[in-house]
């Protein structure tokens, strides 16, 4: 994982040193980001020699190699240890006047701010509404610990423990493991009309699909979204709207087959009416109205094989709503993924409707040989569905 590290001015700043180590002996890259005030507190020569890597805190050297926006794009994930009532303050109004501010503007990797000062400066109402806000944001600002301060007073102020900080940092890092792959995720639930204003259609609404796009986003990759019968605005996604399976299929002939790495959570109709009314099905004084249904491809079975023959290195991922439980859905879900030609299916029971519209879900990703239950939101259900991914060899 590329792990960037600021430190800030106060005195805990000397315990970034067990940090950086900590993370470097993990294995991980690491790039520190001191701001000039911490330099008072641990020397730079300290931090090379850790993290292996030249120490940048100026943002006028080097101006050439536009170091802030390198390093915001370079980093999986950002940590800040300690973090001064400054430097809360400082980000909570977007000030950039050091390397560190720019960078914590620019980047788009998660940041964990870990603030240590003396109590009456944690608990000032000024800091209160600074960690509110930067919380509002989206930024994980973690609590001090109760202890010594520097002064030989004691309180709630203190640096959390070095092991802690790396631990949570690792839990929100983002792996950029798909930058340069093309992703195509089809979410939402088809409609089949039976005439001008009524349709066949299902509960699906999209969630998991979003959350499988914000995930391939946040890892690099480039998506594209087939969203059935559910918004979703981005500027940074293709979008295709569609509402029937067949302006499915119509959208799938003009995008083509040509991604890395296919997930469908979309619900589709499995029947629709032979025929469409043109106008509104009026009651006809009979008590009974019969709709002749006919079914529809299975568009992931033609996925899988359209994809596979342009890249076989492709991976399919399907999902298989189920109304059973625990064996059963496990091996109902291995017969889907193999009847469809899959790597991967999401099993999830549907009993009373359980897993629609809801931010979480209890799924068992059932690989050809191995099978991984998870339950969580489905952001991180998301998550876990691009780690098995890459993950798929330990799952055969
Ligand atoms: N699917 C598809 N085309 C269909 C039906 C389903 O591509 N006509 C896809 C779904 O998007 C999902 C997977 O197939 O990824 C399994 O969907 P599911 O509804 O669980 O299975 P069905 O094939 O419809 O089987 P059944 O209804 O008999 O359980």
Known sequence: ??????????????????????????????????????????????????????????????????????????????????????FLARTAAGVADD??????????????????????????????????LLRSRGLRVIEPGVGRLTGGDSGVGRLPEADQLVRETLAIAVPKDLAGKKVLIIAGGTREFIDPVRYIGNRSSGKQGIALVEEATARGATVTLIAANFRYDSSEVVVESVQTTADLLNALEEIGFGFDVIVMPAAVSDFKPESVSNSKIKKSGSSTLDLHLIENPDVISMIARSAKAI????????????????????????????????????????????????DDNAVSIIGPKKVFNFSGSKAQIAKTIFDSINKLDSLS
């Open 1 to 86: 994982m590329r792990i960037l590290v600021g430190i800030t001015g106060g005195i805990a700043a000397f315990k970034a040193a067990e940090i950086v180590r900590e993370f470097t002996e993990l294995g991980h890259d690491v790039r520190v980001v001191p701001t000039p005030n911490a330099l008072r507190f641990i020397g730079a020569a300290t931090l090379e020699a850790l993290s292996h890597n030249p120490v940048a805190s100026e943002l006028y050297s080097d101006v050439a190699d536009v170091r802030h926006i390198e390093l915001a794009q370079w980093a999986e994930a950002i940590l800040v240890a300690p973090a001064t009532a400054s």
């Open 99 to 132: 390397l560190l501010g720019n960078v914590i503007l620019a980047t788009a990797a998660p940041i964990l701010i870990a603030p240590a000062m003396h109590s009456e400066m944690w608990t000032n109402k000024a800091t209160s509404s600074n960690v509110a």
């Open 311 to 358: 890249n076989s290195g492709s991976v399919i991922v399907g999902f298989a709503a189920e109304t059973a439980s625990g064996g059963n859905l496990e091996a109902l879900g291995q017969e889907k993924m193999t009847r469809k030609g899959l790597d991967l299916i999401v099993a999830n029971d549907v009993s009373n409707g359980v897993a629609f519209d809801v």
